[in-house]
């Protein structure tokens, strides 16, 4: 078997879930769950995308858009699915039913979507309106416009590694850090040209370019910059104009992760260093257990076999089949 220490581009990504990995590759996504039973359970099906097709989707920096919203609604979708498996809230499930009989059986897409609207309704209001009005405090004291907008910066840069911080102690969110750290090392394991076995992925980094949160903390850059041009006084024009600008941040944010992700030169650890260092606070070390799950997931969409011998220059004997 040849080998090379050099990382090649997989194309595939995830996430982490409730006890479990979701793993997508191109159109088919899978979610690995450990169920309470210590079974694991694997749903594969085809994700659709938002706009599947258009030309639009691979526009740079419109695409940027169209994905993260895929993304928020695939991933909403996997976190429902893990959740099934451990649902001990009667309250809810009376809930989903009732909105089963007045939606004609949507009751748990219709709820999920109220989730996700109320979720990035709060996520604007912390990260986008709050940093905004704490730093009105400060425009008497420092007079120049550029060293607010900074100061706004870093105050929302500030508040999301707080909440990164304080989530991270709940026990709930501590495995799904673990799990998250999984799903890096399989990732990893592969695109270093590693057999995806327990042992390499265990000894392969829980560090990715690709990651959601790195792609977090470019929205927190971009947002920085782009913010200088807001030139109007009124307040409310100032928080309009932001939120406006987010799909814009959005779309440039995703073509520097893209590009990170597909390149290995000098820039571009740069550029991925302080994402980084905040992975290092939303990945864990995972058990062996959960590496399990996370494999599970990569296989069910993912054939690594074919990609070690396509760019590594593996052989495989028949007895290894």
């Known amino acids: 078997m040849a080998k090379k220490n050099k990382r090649r581009y997989s194309g595939i990504g995830g996430q982490a879930v409730l006890e479990g990995v979701m793993m997508m590759n191109k159109e088919k996504y899978a979610v690995a769950v450990r169920k309470p ?14 706009l599947r097709g258009s030309v639009l989707t691979k526009i740079p920096f419109l695409r940027g858009i169209f994905n993260f919203i895929d993304s928020l609604v695939l991933g909403t979708k996997a976190l429902n699915y893990s959740a099934s498996f451990y649902e001990e809230d009667e309250e809810n499930s009376a809930l989903d039913k009732a909105l089963d009989k007045i939606s004609g059986g949507r009751g748990e897409k219709i709820l999920s979507g109220v989730v996700m609207v109320a979720a990035m ?28 907008l900074i100061l706004e910066g870093v105050i929302r840069i500030a508040l999301f590694l707080l909440y990164v911080m ?16 999984a799903e890096h090392k399989c990732i990893n394991c592969i695109e ?116 070690l011998a396509e760019n590594f220059g593996y052989t495989w004997n028949e007895e290894e089949e």
Not at 37 to 43: D, K, L, M, R, Y
Not at 137 to 148: A, G, Q
Not at 166 to 181: E, M, N, P, T, V
């Open 37 to 50: 039973s210590g079974e694991i359970s694997v749903e594969v099906e085809n994700h659709q995308g938002l």
């Open 121 to 148: 309704v709060m996520a604007v209001g912390i990260f986008v309106a709050l940093p905004y009005y704490i730093t009105t405090f400060f425009e008497d004291r420092i007079m120049n416009h550029s060293l607010v």
């Open 166 to 181: 304080a989530i991270s102690f709940l026990g709930d969110i501590r495995r799904l850090f673990q799990y998250h750290g």
């Open 192 to 307: 270093r040209g590693r057999e995806l076995t327990v042992a390499n992925v265990r000894r392969s980094s829980r560090m990715h370019k690709r990651c959601g949160t790195s792609f977090i903390f470019f929205v927190l850059l971009v947002s920085i910059i782009l913010f200088f041009f807001i030139q109007v006084e009124n307040t409310w024009e100032r928080i309009a104009w932001r939120l406006l600008l987010m799909p814009v941040v959005a779309g440039i944010s995703y073509e520097l992760i893209r590009l990170a992700g597909r390149y290995d030169n000098f820039l571009v650890k740069i550029l991925s260093a302080p994402g980084f260092l905040i992975q290092k606070l939303t990945t864990r070390e995972p058990d062996d257990e959960m590496i399990e799950v996370a494999i599970a997931s990569v296989e069910a969409v993912f054939d690594w076999k074919e990609y």
